[in-house]
């Protein structure tokens, strides 16, 4: 896994990124060796914060750890990403187990109907008034129909763009917080974000370059 690390007016030492790099290879055991992780250092009225931020292709994980010491903080971060990671995963096993359970569903229906169309049908006995003719059979075939093509519709609204910067952790809690699906911030550092819900209920967070 990739990990950036970013210190705001505060230094890490090495051991302290040793440790880090260690406890995000246990996310990226469950999240995918695919992943990309960036921490952030910074302090805060003598009070230490970490920002944890986990991208990978199931989803993003933002987690955020404060305590009195930096070795504190990095381990509440990492246990609440690393909860996160687990319950995203169960949540994607649940999702691919769905199809599965649903075609096992709708078998004994298919088989039904075709047993129906292989019972023999009763035969048709033809009396002297009626003469035997042979019937044709006629292929009925309906017109395609067209796909619908429906117009893009556009709406311009200043509510998905923040107004002053915002972390990572600002950004989420003012998105739960609203029933918007998309939030556009910039960071402290200036650095352009977009924050966007999936159908999935998860956080996804893409960095504009």
Known sequence: MEVEFTARKVK????????????????????????????????????????????????????????????????????????????????????????????????????????????????????????AKKRTAIAVRSAPTRATVVEPHVIQSAQVVARKPLTIEEAVKEAESSDRDLLVFRNPDGDLFVLHRRRDGEMELLEIP
């Open 12 to 131: 890490v030492p090495k051991a302290l990124r040793t440790r880090a790099e260690e406890g995000l290879q246990r996310i990226a055991q469950i999240m995918g060796k695919t992943a990309h992780a960036s921490i952030i250092f910074a302090e805060q009225r003598h009070l230490q914060i970490v920002e944890l931020t986990v991208t990978a292709r199931s989803g993003t994980i933002v987690a955020t750890g404060k305590a009195a010491t930096q070795n504190k903080a990095l381990k509440e971060a990492i246990e609440h990403a690393e909860n996160q990671a687990l319950r995203s995963r169960d949540r994607n096993l649940e999702s691919k187990r769905l199809p599965k359970e649903e075609k096992i569903l709708a078998e004994p229906i298919v088989a039904r109907v075709k047993a129906r169309a292989t019972q023999p049908k009763e035969p048709v006995v033809a009396t002297k008034a009626v003469s």
